[in-house]
């Protein structure tokens, strides 16, 4: 359960080998012990940030969890609870893709879709059913500014995004009253392993900081938090850009 303070006893990494995810864990850590459950692909990288939690203080338990399985949701979700309940779900994984790749391949597209988009939508529709009758939890999804306007240098990433803000979005109002709720998290670009070696974007962000407005957006019960927090600014000017002036912006 969640404490007065509002600290969860329990933490599910969905995607848990991404540096969000291990920010989130680490700095939850940082006020109490819990139980962290890391659920990835059966990598090194993996047990390494098992280890790593370990070292923190964390009671760890491994299970697995592929995007590209859509039966994987519901044994992860399963496994999960098999510990006890599940206090607060970060659904943390993703991918960005190639954009040249992706407009010229039917197949890499769906391919992206199913990891991006369906299976976050698979992994929310499990743990809201499963937190619905323990009678509390939060879901923390990861989306992104992208999502907000889809951009010609990354419309499939940016499609997928904004479908899965949509489904979160519709998901915490089906929830209101369960006492299960939800958070959606927009971050602009995350100086990350995932974006290593693309060229930075004005009001970058970190991991750290991400999981800052992760702990502090469940704790006051927000439905939505951008960071930093300037982008949700930048980005409302961007959507009611008119479309002819949108396409010809350099990005």
């Known amino acids: 359960m969640i404490d007065a303070l509002g600290s969860p006893g329990s933490l599910l990494l969905v995607g848990g080998t991404s ?3 291990v920010a989130t864990a680490r700095r939850y850590l940082a006020e109490r012990p819990l139980r962290v459950v890391v659920a990835a692909r059966d990598t090194p990288r993996r047990a390494a940030v098992a280890d790593e939690l370990r070292t923190a203080g964390a009671d760890v338990q491994v299970v697995d969890f592929d995007a590209e399985d859509p039966g994987s949701a519901e044994r992860m979700v399963a496994a999960a609870a098999g510990g006890g309940d599940i206090d607060v779900a970060v659904i943390a994984f993703g991918q960005l893709g190639d954009q040249d790749q992706l407009a010229s391949d039917p197949a890499a597209a769906a391919a992206l879709g199913q990891v991006n988009y369906v299976a976050p939508v698979v992994a929310g529709t499990v743990l809201a059913n499963r937190m619905r009758s323990q009678g509390h939890g939060a879901i923390v999804a990861l989306s992104s500014v992208a999502g ?3 951009r010609r240098s990354n ?7 904004a479908g899965v803000d949509a489904f979160y ?3 915490a ?3 209101v009253g369960t006492g299960v709720s939800v958070l959606v998290v927009r971050p602009g670009f995350v100086r990350s392993k995932m974006t290593e070696g693309l060229p930075e974007a004005p009001l970058s962000t970190t991991p750290e900081a991400v999981a800052e407005a992760i702990v502090t ?3 006051k019960g927000r439905h939505t938090v951008w960071v930093p927090g300037a982008m949700r600014w930048v980005m ?3 959507r009611h850009t008119p479309r002819a002036v949108f396409r010809r912006l350099p990005f």
């Open 19 to 21: 540096d969000i995810a």
């Open 148 to 150: 907000e306007r889809a």
């Open 155 to 161: 419309y499939v990433y940016g499609s997928t995004k």
């Open 169 to 171: 979005s519709g998901l």
């Open 173 to 175: 109002d089906s929830l």
């Open 217 to 219: 957006g469940v704790r």
């Open 236 to 238: 409302s000017g961007l």
